[in-house]
C-alpha cells in the first residue's frame, strides 16, 4: 500500500534545495529566506482534467503544464520565479504516475531556477494546484495597468499554435501539439521588458480577452481604452501557417485562442527600439501588433489594407456560457 | 451568466488590503513587501467533500475550516500569518455559495491579520485550494525536528472533540459539532511557546500519528525516538466528558482522531513553567502527557495506575488503506 507518506518521502528525495530554503518538505510548512530589496511575488492555477488538459496527455506533459501556466503568472509582472508548493488532490496513490508527473514538472522547475519547497497531498478528483514565488525589484514591477492612448501593442513569439492544435486534435503537427502542451514561459522576456513597458500581461485567455484586460485594468470596465490590431501583422509560427491556408481561420486562432502564454504588452512608442533589442538578445522575436485608442472607442481589427473587418471576438471564460 | 471576472471582482470587492500589498487581486499575481529581518513560510492544503468535510456544512463552515486548517500549519511553525492566495475550482459559478464561503473565510482572515490578495477560479469537481504566506524571526522558527530523550510531550487545550462529533453524527452535541467545523488555529500559542519547545506540529492526523511525525522527523522512520503517554492525562473537554462515559471510547477519539488543530510540543522539563505562563496568558491550557524516551523503543500508553495498556494505534492517512 502507497501512503501519503510514502508519496511525500518520494517528492522529497527528487527536491533540490539551496541555501534560501531553511525548511523545506516534511515540515508543518516551508521556510524561506527572500532577498533584502526584493519584493515578493505569488501566484496560483489550479488545473483540472478537461478544462486545462485532456485525459490522453502524458503525466510528463501534465507536470510541465502545471508549472508552466503559473511560472507565465510570474513572467508577466517581471519576476524571477524562486520556490513553489504542489497540492495534488488525486484519485488514487499511483507512484508511477507521480513520478512521471514530477519529470515534467521538476524538468522545468530546475530549468527555471524554481525549487519545490511544500505542498500537500489529497486523496479526491484529479486537481493539481501549483502555487509559485518570486521575487522582483519594487521600481520593476510590470502591471496589467498603466496603458496610454498611443502606446504600441506588442506580443512575444507567435499567436495561435496552442489553439490550432485542440481545434485540429488528431490532424494537428507535432510542432503544434509542442505548443499546447509544453508552453515555455516567457521569465527572461518578462524581466527584460518590465521596465520599458506600461502594462504587460500574459496570453492565457487569448489575445482579445487578455488585451481587454490590459486597456481596462485601471477601471474594471468603465473608461476602457479602444485599440486597433492589425491582422496581417499577428505573428504566426510556420507551423500554423502549414496547418491552413484559410487566413480567417487563423486569424481566429490569433484573435481568440488562449494557452499561447506570450507576453502581450503596451509601450511608449520611443521604447520599441530598447525592447526589440531586449528580445532578440534572448532570442526571442517581439511584434507590434496594434495600437492603443482613446477611451470607450472599443476594438477594431483592421485588414491588410488598413480596413475595418468584423471578427467574432470571444476569448475563453471559465464560468461564462 | 455569472462570468469569472464577475466572481474575481466579487471577491476583490470584499477583500482587505494595507500597505503591505503592492499589487492585490485582478493582476497576473499578488506583489506583498515581507518584513525585513523576517523569514517567509509558506504552506498549502487543499480541502475536498468527503474527504475534509460533508456535504451538509454550510459554506461558512467551508470557508472557515479551509483557512484554518491552512494557518494552523503557520502556528505550528511560530509564524506570523500575513497573505493568502485562494484556488477555487467551483463546479458552477455560484454567487451565493461564494459569499457565503466568503463571510466563513473572510472573517477568520481579518481575526487572524491575513490579507486576501489572490487566487484563481476554475470550473470542475469542487476542489478548495488555499495557500497561506506567513512570516517569522529566523531565530523562533518552530520545527518539527529537535526532540530529546527526557523531553516532556505537552498539547494545547482539549483533544477528541472533533473525532467525536464526526463519530456521533447527528447525535454529537453543538459544542462537538463547533470544534469539528470550527476549529481555532493556536497562531498565538504557537509564537508565544515557539522560543520554549524542542518540536512543534499540529494535531490533524490524530495524536499518535502526528506525535510519531515529532519522533521521526531526524531520522526519517529510522531511529525514531520513542514516547510514553499517560492516557489519564490527555485533555477532554466537557463536551467529550458528557458525550461518553466510556473511557476507552474517548481515549481512541484523544489518540487516534484528526481535526482537532491544538498544537503538539516537546520540551525541556525545565521550560515547562515558562511554557505553562505563556499559554496561560493568552488563554489557553496547556497540559503534559507524556514523555519521550530512548531511540527506538516504540510508544507505550499507560493507564492511570502506570500499567501498560495496548491501544489500536491508527490514525488518518489520506492514501492508506
Redesign the interface.
Known sequence: ???????I?RIRARSGTDASV??GI?????????T?DR??????????????FLPDWSPEDIGHLSLAVNL???A??G?TPR?S?L???LP??DEVWLDRFLDGFLALAERSGLLL?????????L?I?V????E?D?SR?A???GSRPGDLIAVTGSLGDADAALKLGDDASPELVERLRRPQPRIAAGQAMAPWIHG???VSDGLVADLAHLLE?NG?GNNCLGAELDLDHLPASPALLAASSDRQWRWQRQLNGGSDYELLMTLPPDHLDSVVRQTEAIGLRLTVIGRVGQPDTGLKTLGPDGEHLEMNNGGW?????
Chains 1, 2 share one sequence.
Open positions: 500500500v502507497t501512503t501519503e507518506f510514502d508519496l518521502a531553511l525548511v516534511g515540515d508543518d510548512a516551508a521556510v524561506v529566506q527572500p533584502s519584493v515578493l511575488v505569488a501566484s496560483t492555477d489550479s488545473l483540472v482534467p478537461d478544462r486545462h507565465s503568472d510570474l508577466a509582472m519576476a520556490w508548493l497540492a495534488l488532490t488514487e496513490g519547497v511544500g505542498g500537500n497531498l489529497a486523496r479526491g478528483p486537481n494546484g502555487q509559485v514565488l518570486g522582483v519594487p514591477i502591471r496589467r495597468s504587460m500581461i500574459d485594468a474594471l471564460d471559465h464560468f461564462g456560457s
